[in-house]
C-alpha cells in the first residue's frame, strides 16, 4: 500500500457526460440543474426563474401535486441551496399567466399577465417567503415565448456595466398556454448574441411524442416517470413541445434535449443543499534546501475539515431585534457581597496544587516560542517507507506549486518532485504559516498528474504527540485462542464487506461508497432545519430527510455479499449465557447486624430509632454542637436531648448549610440536602413545623440571589418542600402551595457572555 495521500485529478467545474466542456462553445452550463456541479469561485452568475402561474398548471389528477406545486418546490429547493452555499449568485423572478402586468416591455396588447416579481439580487429568506407565500395561481394564460423576451431584456438591463460569467434563463411550465412563434429566430440568435443559456422544466419528458408515458430513449428512468403524461398530452402541449425541442435544438444542435428535465428529476437532484463554496487562498513562500537553494513557491489547501460556523445573532426572544439585547460583562470577586471588579485590575493565573499562580500577558509573551517568520524549508530526506500512515495529523492538506510566473522555481520544483519519486523518498519540512504561528514539522510527497505536478504536505507529530499504549496478547490466554474455522469464516467477512469493487482480472478497481460524493450529514440537518424553522418558527424540527439516512447505509450489493459470512460467523462464534455474576462482598456485608436482614424501609426505621447502637456513636462520644463532619446525626441527638432548645439547635444546623453552600461543590450540595431532609423530618416529629418552613423560605430567597440553581434544582427534584398541613397539624400550607413553592421565580433575561476571539492563524479560508 502506498503511503501517498489521495490526490484529486483537478480542481476544475464538474460538466454533464457527452455534454462539451466550458469553453467549447455552448451557451452555457451553469444553470439551476449544472450548478449543483463544482464551479470556478470566480464566476457569478446572473438567473431568471421564470415560471407558469397560469390556470392549467393547478391541474393535476386526484391525489398527486399539480405542476404549479412542483415548481414553486423546485424553485423553493433551488434558492435556499443559494442562500446556504452563499455564493454571489444573483437571482431573479418573472412570472407569467398573472392577472395583472408588470414589465419594462408591456405596452398595449404586448407582453401582457407577465410580472417581473423581483428583481436581479443575491437570494435571501424574503426570496423564500415570497415563492411560499405571494406567488399564487392566475386566472390568465401567456405567451412563454413572450415571458422569454421579457427574462431576456431584465438580464440585459440589469446586468449592465456588471460582471457576470454566466446568464442563464431557467423555465418552469407545463406547456399548456398558446404561443406565437413569429419572433422565435429572432430570440434564438439573441439568445446566441448574448451567451444567455436557457433550460426547460416540465412535468413531463419531450421525447414522450405519443403522450402515453413511455419514453424512447430510456434517458428518464422510472423514477422520473409523472401520472400527468399517463392521463394523455393536449394538443397545445404537444405543439409546445415541439417548439420546445425546436428551440433547444437551434441553440444546442445535437445537445439541445440534454438542458430539458422533468419535475420529478429536477427535484431529486435538488434534495441535497449546496456546499460553501470557497475560494482558494495561495500561500507564497520560499521553499529552502540548506542556505544557498531556495524556490519560491505557492501553497494551496487541499483538504480540510469543515466547520459550522457560530455566526449565530442574539435577537430578543419576544421583538426578535438584535438591538434590544443588551450585553454587559462584569467581573466580580467569589465572595459574600460579590465585590465587582474592573477588568484592567484582572490578570489570568494558573492552578499549581493548591495555589494559583499569576501568569500575565507579558509573561505569557515572553514564554511564547518565537518564530522569525513564515518557512517552508527542507530538513532532510526519508524514506517514503518511514513514514507511517498513522503518523499523519493536522487538519489540513497543502498542495505545493511553483510560484505563477516564475519558470526557473517551476523547473527546479518540477526536478525535485521527479527525484522523490523516482528514489522514493519524501522531504521533511519545517513549516510555520507566520510569526505568530507555532512551527510544525511535517512530510512532502511528490506528486505528478497528467495536468500538474505538485508536493504535498502533511503534519507529523513531535515526540510528546505520541502515545504508546501497552495491550495483553490475545496468543497467550489458551481459552480465547481462535480455531482455523474462526480465522477463516472471519476473513471471509471481511473480504466481503469490501467497499471497492475489482474486476475478475484485479486491475479496474471502483469505490462502491462514494464518500466524495456523499454531502456531510451535519450540514445537511442544519440547513434543513433551518430552512423548516424560519417558515414555521413554532412548530417541532422535522424528521431528517430519507434519502440521506439512505445514502449512508451499507451499499446494497455489500450488504448481499456478506450474509453468507455473517451466518457462518454466529454459527463458529454462539454465544452462551454466561450465568449470573457473582456478586463481590464488601467488608459492610460481612460484618453487618445479623439483625438487619428485614426490608430496607425496617432498617431505615431502626437506624432511626433512638436507641440504635452502632461504632459510629461510641467513636462521637458526647455531642454538645452540631459540626461539620456528621451534621445531621448531631442534629438528632441534641434535639432529642432532656431540655433541648430546638430552635437553638436548629440555627446551629442552619449555619452550617450555609457554610456548605458557601463552598459550592457538588458534595456539600449533597450533604446540605441531608441536613435539610432530617431538619424536616424532626419538625414534624417534634411539632416545629414553622420552624423549619420559615427557615426554607428564607433559602429561597438567599438560593436566587446568589445564583444557586443547581442546587435548588436537586432539591426539587428529591421533592423537599414546605411541611403541609396534611403531614402535620401546626402548618397551614396546602399540598398546591408546596408544590408551587418548588418552581423556581420567572428571571429576567440573563446578562450575556461575550464570546472570546479566537482562530486558527494556519486556516487560510477564514482570510476570506
Same mark, same amino acid.
Given at each position: 500500500?502506498?503511503?501517498?495521500? *489521495? @490526490?484529486?485529478?483537478?480542481?476544475?467545474?464538474?460538466?454533464?457526460?457527452?455534454?462539451?466542456?466550458?469553453?467549447?462553445?455552448?451557451?452555457?452550463?451553469?444553470?439551476?440543474?449544472?450548478?449543483?456541479?463544482?464551479? @470556478?469561485? /470566480? $464566476?457569478?452568475?446572473?438567473?431568471?426563474?421564470?415560471?407558469?402561474?397560469?390556470?392549467?398548471?393547478?391541474?393535476?389528477?386526484?391525489?398527486?401535486?399539480?405542476?404549479?406545486?412542483?415548481?414553486?418546490?423546485?424553485?423553493?429547493?433551488?434558492?435556499?441551496?443559494?442562500?446556504?452555499?452563499?455564493?454571489?449568485?444573483?437571482?431573479?423572478?418573472?412570472?407569467?399567466?398573472?392577472?395583472?402586468?408588470?414589465?419594462?416591455?408591456?405596452?398595449?396588447?404586448?407582453?401582457?399577465?407577465?410580472?417581473?416579481?423581483? *428583481?436581479?439580487?443575491?437570494?435571501?429568506?424574503?426570496?423564500? %417567503?415570497?415563492?411560499?407565500?405571494?406567488?399564487?395561481?392566475?386566472?390568465?394564460?401567456?405567451?412563454?415565448?413572450?415571458?422569454?423576451?421579457?427574462?431576456?431584456?431584465?438580464?440585459?438591463?440589469?446586468?449592465?456595466?456588471?460582471?457576470?460569467?454566466?446568464?442563464?434563463?431557467?423555465?418552469?411550465?407545463?406547456?399548456?398556454?398558446?404561443?406565437?412563434?413569429?419572433?422565435?429566430?429572432?430570440?434564438?440568435?439573441?439568445?446566441?448574441?448574448?451567451?444567455?443559456?436557457?433550460?426547460?422544466?416540465?412535468?413531463?419528458?419531450?421525447?414522450?411524442?405519443?403522450?402515453?408515458?413511455?419514453?424512447?430513449?430510456?434517458? $428518464?428512468?422510472?423514477?422520473?416517470?409523472?401520472?400527468?403524461?399517463?392521463?394523455?398530452?393536449?394538443?397545445?402541449?404537444?405543439?409546445?413541445?415541439?417548439?420546445?425541442?425546436?428551440?433547444?435544438?437551434?441553440?444546442?444542435?445535437?445537445?439541445?434535449?440534454?438542458?430539458?428535465?422533468?419535475?420529478?428529476?429536477?427535484?431529486?437532484?435538488?434534495?441535497?443543499?449546496?456546499?460553501?463554496?470557497?475560494?482558494?487562498?495561495?500561500?507564497?513562500?520560499?521553499?529552502?534546501?540548506?542556505?544557498?537553494?531556495?524556490?519560491?513557491?505557492?501553497?494551496?489547501?487541499?483538504?480540510?475539515?469543515?466547520?459550522?460556523?457560530?455566526?449565530?445573532?442574539?435577537?430578543?426572544?419576544?421583538?426578535?431585534?438584535?438591538?434590544?439585547?443588551?450585553?454587559?460583562?462584569?467581573?466580580?470577586?467569589? !465572595?459574600?457581597?460579590?465585590?465587582?471588579?474592573?477588568?484592567?485590575?484582572?490578570?489570568?493565573?494558573?492552578?499549581?496544587?493548591?495555589?494559583?499562580?499569576?501568569?500575565?500577558?507579558? =509573561?505569557?509573551?515572553?514564554?511564547?516560542?518565537?518564530?522569525?517568520?513564515? @518557512?517552508?524549508?527542507?530538513?532532510?530526506?526519508?524514506?517514503?517507507?518511514?513514514?507511517?500512515?498513522? *503518523?499523519?495529523?493536522?487538519?489540513?492538506?497543502?498542495?505545493?506549486?511553483?510560484?505563477?510566473?516564475?519558470?526557473?522555481?517551476?523547473?527546479?520544483?518540477?526536478?525535485?518532485? $521527479?527525484?522523490?519519486? %523516482?528514489?522514493?523518498?519524501?522531504?521533511?519540512?519545517?513549516?510555520?504559516?507566520?510569526?505568530?504561528? &507555532?512551527?510544525?514539522?511535517?512530510?512532502?510527497?511528490?506528486?505528478?498528474?497528467?495536468?500538474?505536478?505538485?508536493?504535498?504536505?502533511?503534519?507529523?507529530?513531535?515526540?510528546?504527540?505520541?502515545?504508546?499504549?501497552?495491550?495483553?496478547?490475545?496468543? +497467550? /490466554?489458551?481459552?480465547?485462542?481462535?480455531?482455523?474455522?474462526?480465522?477463516?469464516?472471519?476473513?471471509?467477512?471481511?473480504?466481503?464487506?469490501?467497499?471497492?469493487?475489482? =474486476?475478475?482480472?484485479?486491475?479496474?478497481?471502483? !469505490?462502491?461508497?462514494?464518500?466524495?460524493?456523499?454531502?456531510?450529514?451535519?450540514?445537511?440537518?442544519?440547513?434543513?432545519?433551518?430552512? *423548516?424553522?424560519?417558515?414555521?418558527?413554532?412548530?417541532?424540527?422535522?424528521?431528517?430527510?430519507?434519502?440521506?439516512?439512505?445514502?449512508?447505509?451499507?451499499?446494497?450489493?455489500?450488504?448481499?455479499?456478506?450474509?453468507?459470512?455473517?451466518?457462518?460467523?454466529?454459527?463458529?462464534?454462539?454465544?452462551?449465557?454466561?450465568?449470573?455474576?457473582?456478586?463481590?462482598?464488601?467488608?459492610?456485608?460481612?460484618?453487618?447486624?445479623?439483625?438487619?436482614?428485614?426490608?430496607?424501609?425496617?432498617?431505615?426505621?431502626?437506624?432511626?430509632?433512638?436507641?440504635?447502637?452502632?461504632?459510629?456513636?461510641?467513636?462521637?462520644? &458526647?455531642?454538645?454542637?452540631?459540626?461539620?463532619?456528621?451534621?445531621?446525626? +448531631?442534629?438528632?441527638?441534641?434535639?432529642?436531648?432532656?431540655?433541648?432548645?430546638?430552635?437553638?439547635?436548629?440555627?446551629?444546623?442552619? /449555619?452550617?448549610?450555609?457554610?456548605?453552600?458557601?463552598?459550592?461543590?457538588?458534595?456539600?450540595?449533597?450533604?446540605?440536602?441531608?441536613?435539610?431532609?432530617?431538619?424536616?423530618?424532626?419538625?414534624?416529629?417534634?411539632?416545629?413545623?414553622?420552624?423549619?418552613?420559615?427557615?426554607?423560605?428564607?433559602?429561597?430567597?438567599?438560593?436566587?440571589?446568589?445564583?444557586?440553581?443547581?442546587?435548588?434544582?436537586?432539591?426539587?427534584?428529591?421533592?423537599?418542600?414546605?411541611?403541609?398541613?396534611?403531614?402535620?397539624?401546626?402548618?397551614?400550607?396546602?399540598?398546591?402551595?408546596?408544590?408551587?413553592?418548588?418552581?423556581?421565580?420567572?428571571?429576567?433575561?440573563?446578562?450575556?457572555?461575550?464570546?472570546?476571539?479566537?482562530?486558527?492563524?494556519? !486556516?487560510?479560508?477564514?482570510?476570506?
Amino acid at each position: 500500500m502506498s503511503h501517498h495521500p *489521495h @490526490c484529486t485529478a483537478g480542481n476544475g467545474g464538474v460538466t454533464r457526460p457527452g455534454s462539451p466542456g466550458p469553453g467549447c462553445g455552448r451557451a452555457g452550463s451553469q444553470t439551476l440543474i449544472s450548478s449543483l456541479s463544482a464551479k @470556478c469561485l /470566480n $464566476h457569478q452568475a446572473a438567473i431568471v426563474l421564470c415560471m407558469d402561474v397560469g390556470f392549467a398548471m393547478t391541474n393535476s389528477a386526484p391525489g398527486e401535486e399539480s405542476p404549479f406545486e412542483q415548481a414553486k418546490k423546485m424553485m423553493t429547493m433551488f434558492v435556499q441551496r443559494q442562500v446556504f452555499a452563499e455564493n454571489k449568485d444573483e437571482v431573479s423572478v418573472v412570472l407569467f399567466g398573472t392577472d395583472g402586468t408588470e414589465n419594462a416591455l408591456a405596452s398595449g396588447d404586448q407582453y401582457q399577465n407577465i410580472t417581473v416579481q423581483r *428583481h436581479l439580487m443575491l437570494p435571501d429568506f424574503d426570496l423564500l %417567503e415570497d415563492i411560499q407565500n405571494v406567488i399564487q395561481p392566475g386566472s390568465e394564460q401567456a405567451d412563454f415565448l413572450d415571458a422569454l423576451v421579457v427574462c431576456m431584456d431584465l438580464l440585459q438591463k440589469e446586468t449592465l456595466g456588471k460582471k457576470y460569467e454566466k446568464r442563464h434563463i431557467e423555465v418552469f411550465t407545463d406547456l399548456s398556454s398558446p404561443f406565437s412563434e413569429d419572433q422565435l429566430e429572432i430570440i434564438i440568435a439573441n439568445l446566441k448574441k448574448t451567451g444567455i443559456s436557457l433550460q426547460f422544466f416540465l412535468p413531463f419528458p419531450v421525447d414522450d411524442e405519443d403522450g402515453s408515458g413511455d419514453t424512447v430513449d430510456g434517458r $428518464h428512468s422510472d423514477m422520473y416517470r409523472n401520472s400527468f403524461p399517463r392521463k394523455g398530452l393536449t394538443e397545445q402541449q404537444k405543439e409546445g413541445i415541439c417548439m420546445v425541442r425546436k428551440l433547444m435544438f437551434a441553440l444546442e444542435e445535437e445537445g439541445g434535449l440534454d438542458e430539458i428535465y422533468t419535475f420529478r428529476e429536477s427535484l431529486e437532484r435538488l434534495s441535497m443543499f449546496k456546499k460553501i463554496e470557497r475560494r482558494p487562498m495561495a500561500w507564497p513562500c520560499q521553499l529552502t534546501i540548506g542556505s544557498n537553494l531556495s524556490i519560491r513557491i505557492v501553497a494551496f489547501k487541499s483538504l480540510v475539515e469543515e466547520k459550522l460556523k457560530k455566526s449565530w445573532t442574539l435577537v430578543d426572544a419576544k421583538t426578535l431585534k438584535k438591538e434590544d439585547v443588551q450585553k454587559e460583562t462584569v467581573y466580580c470577586l467569589n !465572595d459574600d457581597d460579590e465585590t465587582e471588579v474592573q477588568k484592567d485590575d484582572l490578570v489570568q493565573g494558573f492552578r499549581y496544587g493548591s495555589d494559583i499562580v499569576p501568569f500575565s500577558k507579558v =509573561d505569557e509573551e515572553q514564554m511564547k516560542y518565537k518564530t522569525e517568520a513564515k @518557512c517552508f524549508s527542507v530538513l532532510g530526506f526519508s524514506r517514503s517507507s518511514q513514514i507511517q500512515r498513522h *503518523h499523519y495529523m493536522g487538519n489540513q492538506v497543502l498542495k505545493v506549486f511553483a510560484a505563477k510566473g516564475d519558470e526557473a522555481a517551476a523547473v527546479a520544483l518540477s526536478a525535485l518532485i $521527479h527525484a522523490l519519486d %523516482e528514489l522514493d523518498v519524501v522531504a521533511v519540512v519545517r513549516y510555520a504559516y507566520d510569526r505568530r504561528s &507555532n512551527p510544525q514539522v511535517g512530510v512532502a510527497f511528490p506528486c505528478i498528474k497528467d495536468a500538474y505536478e505538485c508536493l504535498i504536505y502533511v503534519q507529523l507529530p513531535y515526540m510528546e504527540d505520541l502515545r504508546q499504549y501497552m495491550f495483553s496478547s490475545l496468543k +497467550n /490466554n489458551k481459552k480465547y485462542t481462535p480455531t482455523a474455522d474462526q480465522l477463516s469464516a472471519v476473513d471471509s467477512l471481511i473480504d466481503s464487506m469490501s467497499l471497492v469493487y475489482e =474486476d475478475d482480472d484485479g486491475e479496474t478497481t471502483e !469505490d462502491i461508497f462514494k464518500t466524495s460524493k456523499i454531502p456531510n450529514p451535519q450540514f445537511q440537518r442544519l440547513y434543513q432545519c433551518l430552512q *423548516h424553522k424560519a417558515f414555521h418558527p413554532d412548530k417541532p424540527l422535522p424528521p431528517i430527510e430519507q434519502h440521506l439516512l439512505e445514502m449512508l447505509e451499507i451499499p446494497q450489493e455489500v450488504r448481499e455479499r456478506c450474509q453468507a459470512p455473517l451466518e457462518k460467523i454466529k454459527a463458529l462464534f454462539p454465544l452462551k449465557d454466561a450465568g449470573k455474576k457473582k456478586e463481590q462482598k464488601t467488608a459492610q456485608d460481612v460484618f453487618k447486624d445479623n439483625n438487619e436482614d428485614g426490608p430496607s424501609a425496617k432498617k431505615a426505621k431502626a437506624e432511626n430509632e433512638e436507641g440504635s447502637f452502632s461504632i459510629a456513636n461510641l467513636a462521637e462520644g &458526647n455531642v454538645t454542637t452540631v459540626g461539620s463532619i456528621n451534621p445531621a446525626e +448531631n442534629f438528632c441527638v441534641l434535639v432529642r436531648q432532656k431540655n433541648a432548645n430546638f430552635k437553638e439547635v436548629s440555627q446551629q444546623l442552619v /449555619n452550617r448549610i450555609e457554610q456548605f453552600l458557601e463552598t459550592k461543590g457538588l458534595q456539600y450540595y449533597m450533604k446540605s440536602i441531608n441536613c435539610i431532609r432530617v431538619f424536616r423530618e424532626e419538625a414534624i416529629k417534634l411539632s416545629e413545623v414553622q420552624c423549619f418552613n420559615d427557615f426554607l423560605q428564607a433559602l429561597k430567597e438567599k438560593v436566587e440571589d446568589k445564583t444557586l440553581a443547581d442546587f435548588w434544582e436537586i432539591l426539587i427534584q428529591d421533592g423537599i418542600s414546605l411541611i403541609t398541613k396534611d403531614e402535620a397539624e401546626g402548618s397551614s400550607v396546602t399540598s398546591e402551595e408546596a408544590k408551587k413553592f418548588l418552581a423556581p421565580k420567572e428571571k429576567p433575561a440573563e446578562t450575556l457572555l461575550v464570546a472570546g476571539e479566537g482562530g486558527d492563524v494556519d !486556516d487560510l479560508l477564514d482570510m476570506m
